[in-house]
Nanobody, 115 residues
Framework: QVQLVESGGGSVQTGGSLRLSCAASGFTFSACSLKWYRQASGKERELVATITSAGGITIHADSAKGRFTITRDNAKNTLYLQMNNLRSEDTAVYSC????????WGKGTQVTVSS
């Protein structure tokens, strides 16, 4: 079955960096577009970034442009989100997503940014 397991979250000060990972299994990783979403407490889930099977990248969240990068390692079946110059408004649970016949989400990893 499809499994998505995020890691790499934590607490960081404003201006710091984190790299999130999403270990995937149960589907043909290299053939799929993959996404990162985030959901802050009390807010709707927000699409942050997409990477296609061909490596095409879209950073959807305007606040993340120029600071976040999404990458993938098909050999390791792992998706990444590099987040630099973190701000308090980046505080959220970050989850990876794939569509493989239906929607699949990981459980997420908490990112907390404080000054």
């Amino acid at each position: 079955q499809v499994q998505l397991v995020e890691s790499g979250g934590g607490s960081v000060q404003t201006g710091g960096s984190l790299r999130l990972s999403c270990a995937a299994s149960g589907f043909t990783f290299s053939a799929c577009s993959l996404k990162w979403y985030r959901q802050a407490s009390g807010k709707e889930r927000e699409l942050v970034a997409t990477i296609t099977s061909a490596g095409g990248i879209t950073i959807h969240a305007d606040s993340a442009k120029g600071r976040f990068t999404i990458t993938r390692d098909n050999a390791k079946n792992t998706l990444y989100l590099q987040m630099n110059n973190l701000r308090s408004e980046d505080t959220a649970v970050y989850s990876c997503y794939v569509w493989w016949g239906r929607d699949y989400w990981g459980k997420g990893t908490q990112v907390t940014v404080s000054s």
